[in-house]
C-alpha cells in the first residue's frame, strides 16, 4: 500500500534561516504532493501542489522539490518567521481525489 | 478558496451515546470528505460524502458505526454512532473538486471527547 513518511521529530529552526522539511513515498511516484500547514486546533491549510513531472515550485518563500529518484519531496522555507511555527504535512494523490497523508512535522521557529 | 463551517468546535460526550457533527460550505462543492485525526498522527479518511447517494466507507469503517448524510451540495453531517472511548479523536470536515490535482479545504475540526 501506498505510505507517506515524514520525520515525527519536532524541527527546530533559529529565525531567519531556511526550514527543509522532508516527505518520504512508497511504491510509485504519486501524481501529485500537496503541502499544508496545520496550526493547533485548525484544520490543515492547503499551501502548495507539485506534478510528478516538476522538479519544482515556488510561492513567495515557499519552495517544495520532487525528486522521482530518491522518492521524496523537500519542502522550504526561507528567512523562517516565529509565525512560521505549525505543522506540516505532506499528501499524495494519485489517479483519483483521495489523499493519502503523512502523520506531518512539527516546525519551531526560535526568535 | 471555499469556507468550511463545522459544529460543534468540541464536545464531551457519555459512552453510548451519539453525536452528529455538521459541515456547511459557502459554495457547491462536488466533493466533501470526513477524517479523523488522533493526536501526532495523519488524517485517515472515514468516508467520501456522496450528494444523492450513500456515503463511500473506507476499510475500517462502516455506515451503522458513522451514517453520514449529503442532502444538498453544500452540507453534510456524519454521526459518531453508540460512542465508546476510542472514538474519542479529531473528526475533520473537507472539500474539494475532485481531481488528484485538486487540493482539499479543511474545517476546523470536532474535537470530541468520550467519558
Known amino acids: 500500500s501506498q505510505k507517506i513518511e515524514q520525520n515525527s521529530e519536532a524541527l527546530n529552526i533559529q529565525e531567519g534561516k531556511t526550514a527543509t522539511l522532508t516527505c518520504n513515498y512508497t511504491n510509485y511516484s504519486p501524481a501529485y504532493l500537496q503541502w499544508y500547514r496545520q496550526d493547533p486546533g485548525r484544520g490543515p491549510v492547503f499551501l502548495l501542489l507539485?506534478?510528478?513531472n516538476e522538479k519544482e515550485k515556488r510561492k513567495e518563500r515557499l519552495k517544495v522539490t520532487f525528486d522521482t529518484t530518491l522518492k521524496q519531496s523537500l519542502f522550504h522555507i526561507t528567512a523562517s518567521q516565529p509565525a512560521d511555527s505549525a505543522t506540516y504535512l505532506c499528501?499524495?494523490?494519485?489517479?483519483?481525489?483521495?489523499?493519502?497523508w503523512g502523520a506531518g512535522t512539527k516546525l519551531i521557529i526560535k526568535p | 478558496s471555499a469556507v468550511i463551517s463545522q459544529k460543534p468546535s468540541r464536545d464531551i460526550c457519555q459512552r453510548g451515546t451519539s453525536l452528529t457533527i455538521q459541515c456547511q460550505v459557502d459554495?457547491?462543492?462536488?466533493?466533501m470528505f470526513w477524517y479523523r485525526q488522533q493526536p501526532g498522527q495523519s488524517l485517515t479518511l472515514i468516508a467520501t460524502?456522496?450528494?444523492?447517494?450513500?456515503?463511500?466507507?473506507e476499510s475500517g469503517f462502516v455506515i451503522d458505526k458513522f451514517p453520514i448524510s449529503r442532502p444538498n451540495l453544500t452540507f453534510s453531517t456524519l454521526t459518531v454512532s453508540n460512542m465508546s472511548p476510542e472514538d474519542s479523536s479529531i473528526y475533520l470536515c473537507?472539500?474539494?473538486?475532485?481531481?488528484?490535482?485538486?487540493?482539499?479545504?479543511f474545517g476546523d475540526g470536532t474535537r470530541l471527547s468520550i467519558l
Open positions: 460524502a456522496n450528494q444523492g447517494s450513500e456515503a463511500t466507507y
Open positions: 507539485i506534478r510528478e
Open positions: 499528501a499524495r494523490s494519485d489517479s483519483n481525489y483521495q489523499l493519502i
Open positions: 473537507s472539500v474539494g473538486q475532485g481531481g488528484s490535482n485538486q487540493p482539499q479545504h
Open positions: 459554495s457547491q462543492v462536488t466533493m
